[in-house]
C-alpha cells in the first residue's frame, strides 16, 4: 500500500511539474505600426527589417522609366504601409527568414507580371517592368455585371487597377468590404492611392476565394493540407497553387502556356534579386497539371 501511494504521490508530482508547460500560451509580441497585435507573427522579423528600399527599387527598376504608365505612382513607402495591416495575420512574417523573403519574392511574382509593360527586347530585359501599369490603358468592355449584393455605381467603371488588378463590380465590390473602402462607389481610388491598391493586392493574397478552400498565402507558407480531391486534381502546396487561386484555368490546367510561365518567371528574377536564389523555389512551382478550384471554363489563351 505504501508503495503504490508513493508510485501515486511521484506521478500526480509529475503532472503538477508539467501542468504549467502543457497549459503554456504561444509568445505574442506587438511591435507598433509596424506590425500592430498582440500576434505570434509580429515576434519574427517585420518586413522592413528583411525587405529594405534598395531590393524593392531593385525588383522594378524601370517603373518610373520615362515610356511607364505609372510614374511617380508606385513606391517602397506604400507598400510597407499596406503591408503592415497584414503582417500580424502572417504575411510576410510566417516562418523564418527564407520563408518570409519567398512569401514576398511570391507575392511581387503576381504584382510584377500582371503590371508589366515588358516585351522581349526591353531595356533591361522582359522582367525588369513591373509596376508599370496602375490601370488598364483601353478597356475594351465596362466590366458592369449584373448583381444584387454589388450593383454598379451611376458613373462607375469597373476596368482593371491595382497591384493585382482588380475587373468587375463584384470584385470591387468584395475587395472593398474586404479592406473597409468604398470601392464599389470610387473605384477609381485603386488608381489614385498606391497603398490602397498595395492593400487590395494583399487582402487578395491573404483571403480565400471561398469557404473551405485555402488563400494563397496558405498554399504558399505550408499552412493548407490539400484533400484527396485536391490531390487527385494535381493541386499540391507551392507556388503553382498560388497561380491556381488568383488564376484558376486562365493559367493552369493548360500546360505549360506563356501566362503561367511568366508569373514563374517574376517569382524565380524576384529570388534572385533578393537574394534568396530561384534554387529555393520550392516544390510544386508550376500548375501546369492542376485543376482549377474554381473552374470557369476559359482557356489560357482567352
Known sequence: MDKRWA???VVLGLLVMAGPAMGKKEKMCDKGWECRGPSVYCCNATIMDLFQVYQFENLFSKRNAPVAHAIGFWDYQAFITAAALFEPLGFGTTGGKQ????EIAAFFGH?????SCGYGVATGGPLAWGLCYNRELSPNQDYCAESYEYPCSPGALYHGRGALPVYWNTNYGVIGEGIKVDLLSHPEYLEQNATLA???AIWRWMTPMKKKQPSAHDVFVGNWKPTKNDTLSNRLPGFGATMNILYGDL???QGFVDSMNNVISHYQQYLD??????????DNLDCAEQLAFNPTGKTAST
Open 7 to 9: 508510485l501515486v504521490s
Open 99 to 102: 520563408m518570409q523573403m519567398k
Open 111 to 115: 504584382v510584377g507580371s500582371k503590371t
Open 198 to 200: 498595395f492593400q487590395a
Open 251 to 253: 493559367a493552369c490546367g
Open 273 to 282: 534579386l533578393m537574394g534568396v536564389g530561384r534554387q529555393f523555389s520550392g
